[in-house]
């Protein structure tokens, strides 16, 4: 990547781990998220009924795909689906391209279980498409309602790390000031709308950044592994992360309407959050950055821990995954987290560095890269 700073945004976008927090959910369930950008994939068909083959229940697309939606339709695999980007500026201009959108892409397929539409991926609010976000989103929700599904689907954006000023200790962490004029607006829709919060969270390319002062099991949540920060004891990286998010986005709700805070029963029980996570396998080892990017007390070892993307330690990390969302974070004890994992398979076309086409935790073959379980 060219700088420290792009590279994070996009160790954001790859090893992500999609998961939302709710107190109605009795186990973190697990999906993982079906990229098509490779040369020797299955066909949707294929894919689907692999997913039903290994108990997946939750399916993440980037964007709307016929082929798959058809193949969907009656399976009741709950699908969280993406706005495509060059969308985002007629959806946040015109309500009419709105119903459109959702006449084409989610009413047409009635027995698809649709749960969530993510309007806009990890944008830069300085990007010339930040401005878009926020009422294309009102534009979707509002012909979503129109619709008569208002009661099933939900309305959200993806957040991407690098908003944050700083996310450990979790306490101490907040969004920049420059963001708040996109933020704040989104997550008073997010708590109005009672949606969650899409977010990322790379306890992967955090070790890529900072291997200096992080060691593998902590990021591998690997038990007996915790650090305390803050004067909390965290278990694993993975739960740093997500309490940074929550704890930045509770100061902004918090700054915005301090009493609806106190008072609402959502914000008591705590916001709702989605969010994405992965590992790569494979490919050329990163090299440390030459300094630390996050405030951990250093660590002498951690420089000894070796490269992280080994099919070894990708399936240490998923499966640690699949037993810390059932059990919630110290921000958030006992509310399990639905979790999304980048990605369903090794996707040969992925631009970036050669570890990102190897995020996959099936082979192209349709065959597992290692052992896992999905509950």
Known sequence: MASTDNHL???VLLLGLLFVTSL????????TFFGRLGTNLPGPAATVTLYQQNNIRRMRLFDPHAP???????????????VSHSDLRDLANC???ATVWVRQNILRFPNVTFRYIIVGNEIDPNSELGPFVFPAMQNVYRAIRAAGQGGRVQVSTSIQISLLSQWSPPQAAAFKCSVNWFIRPILEFMRDTRAPMHINVFPFYAYLNDRRNINL???????NSGVVLGGVYYDNLFYVIHDAF????????????????QQTPEMKSGMKVSGTTGISSGGKHAAPPPKPSI?????????SDGPINTVNN????????MRVVRTGTPMRPGQPIETFIFAMFDENLRPGPEYERHFGIFLPNSQPKFPFRFR
């Open 68 to 82: 798959t939606l058809r193949a969907l339709s009656g399976t009741n695999i709950r699908l969280m689906m993406g």
């Open 246 to 261: 929550i704890a930045s986005m509770t100061k902004i709700l918090a700054a915005a309407s301090p009493l609806s805070l």
């Open 314 to 321: 990708a399936r240490t990390y998923i499966n640690n995954l």
């Open 24 to 31: 109605h959910l009795t186990a973190g369930q697990v999906g």
């Open 95 to 97: 309500p009419q391209a």
């Open 217 to 223: 099991s902590f990021a591998l949540l690997q038990p």
């Open 295 to 303: 405030p951990f007390e250093r660590n002498t070892t951690a420089l």
């Open 9 to 11: 945004k996009l160790t």
